[in-house]
């Protein structure tokens, strides 16, 4: 995801709730955020922008709008990053996308990717009406980008080759209230920042303001003399009520789900049009109003087909019940993609972390072995030398022979044994009894042998 600034300018009234602006977005080529974006690669990317927001976090004390929103909640179980902005206005499949130059401070021209004909909710949030008499920052959010490191004018930068847009943010200027409330814009009369669409509050509010466009453009702005209720208020009832008619358990995902979301609501025949997420298709039921009281009929629920049908109107709308419709399948299935993303995502960092772990055991292990085998050779020699002053090398040949098959333990009491057997053969040899000659020639009267005499040479 990457951050780029634009400029909002030209904004007029277009009733009393509403108010259409111009928007600077971008300009092609190398930007100050050392980022590449081609013309062909913005025009291919351009119809991303319809039906996306427009989004500021408003500071009421210094009466001008923030940053990039957004703040860290430390309070639960471990930190948590929650958006703060807030839907001002939204950009229609009806607004008009062109490229334009345009001449910056410096005096260089660049030329500019601009959108003429958002509309900003100028009723329903007064600091969107500072956007009639002042002319501010804004920013964009793209996301889905493709694109690798180039080298561009001698500079390396990132070279984007595909995105899609998915926001835009009102920035802060100097004002005399907020001397410093300026935000440097990436592009001289531009920039980008980061929304989320998650958020349940500003799906709300973003969700009425799209819906009190829709009648404006069809001009049924007569529906605050018709009910007690205000448009905005009348969807807020509405969705309260659907919000009433239960939950159910999600097979998958095995927590409660809303059963009904609000799609739509027919005020010609007193219907509201929802989306069953159990049947993915949609229902209506019965409405009536009374006074501010705001009441469903759950009986008279059933299954709603869409018509399409021309309308008399000199502006096009661009909206269709389709989009809110899918919606609760939409996240369902967004979430569910986004879920399996991170599962997957996850198993392959494990993986590359088990990997990682595999090769370093087996490098100490290979050491290790080597330290054993080193060591155990260092041990054999000393224990060979120990007994060389007792055997001969080749007294000792077949120990050093078998020495692989055996522990030093073995080597040793082998070694002894040999030690041991030579030492007992020497002892013996050394106690053999000695024979001793007896002088048989002495004066005896022994008779002599016959025999004898003769081995002596007397017969």
């Known amino acids: 995801m990457i951050r780029f600034n634009v400029q909002m300018e030209n904004v007029e009234q277009v009733d009393s709730r509403f108010s259409k602006c111009k928007i600077r977005v971008l300009y092609a080529g190398l930007n100050r955020n050392n980022t590449y974006i081609s013309e062909k690669v913005v025009n291919e990317a351009a119809s991303s922008a319809f039906n996306m927001p427009i989004v500021g976090e408003y500071d009421s004390r210094s009466e001008n709008f923030e940053g990039h929103g957004g ?12 958006e703060t902005t807030i839907p001002y206005g939204f950009v229609p499949e009806t607004a008009e996308l062109y490229w334009e130059e345009v001449t910056e401070d410096d005096g260089k021209v660049n030329k500019y990717f601009v959108i003429d004909g958002a509309y900003l909710w100028t009723d329903r949030f007064q600091e969107a009406a500072e956007l009639l008499k002042n002319e501010f920052n804004q920013s964009m959010e793209i996301k889905n980008i493709e694109g690798n490191f180039s080298m561009i004018d001698g500079k390396k930068v990132y070279e984007v080759k595909k995105f899609m847009f998915l926001g835009f943010c009102i920035l802060g200027i100097n004002k ?13 009369s531009a920039s980008i920042v980061g929304y989320s669409l998650i958020d349940t509050e500003f799906k709300k509010e973003f969700k009425n303001m799209v819906q009190e466009i829709k009648y404006s453009l069809k001009g049924e702005g007569n529906l605050k003399n018709k009910f007690a209720l205000t448009a905005t208020q009348m969807f807020a009832e509405a969705e309260k009520e ?15 789900i809303q059963k009904y979301y609000l799609v739509d609501i027919d005020s010609t025949n007193s219907n509201v049009i929802a989306f069953d997420n159990q049947k993915h298709q949609l229902v209506g039921a019965t409405f009536s109003i009374d006074g501010d009281k705001f009441t469903i009929d759950a009986e008279s629920i059933k299954r709603f087909k869409v018509d399409y049908t021309p309308m008399d109107i000199d502006v096009e709308s661009n909206f269709s019940l389709t989009e809110f419709s899918d919606f609760a399948k939409q996240v369902k299935e967004n979430t569910e993609s986004r879920v399996k993303s991170d599962y997957e995502s996850k198993v392959v960092e494990i993986e590359n972390k088990f990997e990682l772990l595999q090769q370093e055991y087996d490098d100490v292990n290979s050491k290790y072995s080597e330290k054993l085998v080193a060591e155990r050779e260092q041990a054999e020699v000393e224990l060979f030398e120990h007994f060389s002053s007792e055997l001969t090398e080749d007294e000792m040949k077949a120990v050093k022979d078998d020495k692989a098959n055996l522990s030093l333990d073995d080597i040793e009491s082998k070694l002894y044994t040999l030690v041991g057997k030579k030492k007992a053969k020497f002892s013996f040899e050394t106690n053999k009894p000695k024979f001793i000659s007896v002088n048989t020639n002495s004066n005896t009267n022994k008779k002599e042998d016959p025999i004898d005499k003769l081995m002596n040479g007397q017969i």
């Open 71 to 82: 703040k860290i909640d430390v309070t639960g179980e471990k930190p948590e990053y929650i």
């Open 242 to 256: 659907i919000k009433g008619l239960g939950t159910y358990t999600d097979p998958y995902w095995e927590m409660e």
């Open 176 to 188: 005399e209230t907020d001397p410093y409330g300026h935000v440097e814009p990436c592009f001289e």
